[in-house]
């Protein structure tokens, strides 16, 4: 199995521009998660998925965020407009349910 | 919703010692307790995990005890290498309503054997 695939890998980008992360979970697995990790504030939860259908957005920092599920296979993690303070390195998981998460490589995104 | 403390947030041994992370967990209802290693620059990676059904559980040099009593859960590392080195984080799952399936994590401790 290619476990979860995020793209890109890296994105530089000036303040306000909009940002979009892409995520393919693991075939078969029905819930999908999005993180971010900052040395400030750790491992965060943003937005959860399952099935589809998001379950639980309250980690979400404010509207400048948006995530989508369109289908089973592919998630996306929307910022408009970014900010400097949106740096970060997102994760993207996912899982069986009660079966353990697992992780992509993560977007390591700085915003100039 | 669910609190997780992580001590200590830094660690430093002898390889071959052992080393002990400690994690405290708030809600009684949470379920399932994985930990999670990341070396610099990479994804967390599952290294093992213990359902509140269990007591203990062992994986060659890694063990995992659970008191739910006490809400806490350690994670045991024996004959510590320098390839151990990196952060590890705890996590407890929601077990159940709309949290269903969400992990909250520890903050994570910075891991360093020395050889």
């Known amino acids: 199995d290619a476990g979860v695939i995020q793209s890109p890998r890296h994105e530089v980008t000036e303040m306000g521009q909009e940002v979009t992360l892409r995520c393919k979970p693991i075939?078969?697995?029905?819930?999908l998660f999005w993180y971010r990790q900052t040395m400030m504030r750790g491992l965060e939860l943003l937005i959860y998925?399952?099935?589809?259908?998001?379950?639980?957005d309250s980690g979400m920092p404010e509207d400048r965020f948006s995530a989508k599920m369109p289908n089973a296979s592919f998630s996306t993690l929307k910022i408009q407009p970014s900010e400097p303070r949106d740096s970060a390195v997102y994760f993207c998981a996912s899982s069986v349910r009660n079966q353990p998460q697992h992780f992509g490589d993560g977007t390591r995104l700085s915003i100039l | 919703g669910e609190n997780v403390e992580q001590h200590p947030s830094t660690l430093s041994v002898q390889e071959g010692d052992s080393a002990v992370i400690k994690c405290t967990y708030s809600?009684?209802?949470?379920?399932?307790f994985p930990w999670y290693k990341q070396e610099l620059g990479k994804r967390p990676q599952l290294i093992i995990d213990?359902?509140?059904?269990?007591g203990e559980k062992k994986d060659q040099r890694i063990a995992v005890t659970l008191n739910k009593t006490a809400k806490h859960f350690s994670l045991h590392i024996t004959e510590t290498q320098p390839e151990d080195s990196a952060v590890y984080f705890c996590a407890a799952k929601d077990a159940g309503g709309t949290s269903y399936g969400k992990l909250t994590f520890g903050q994570g401790t910075i891991l360093t054997v020395h050889p």
């Open positions: 809600d009684s209802a949470s379920n399932y």
């Open positions: 998925f399952n099935n589809n259908v998001p379950i639980d």
């Open positions: 075939s078969g697995h029905d819930y």
């Open positions: 213990i359902r509140s059904n269990v």
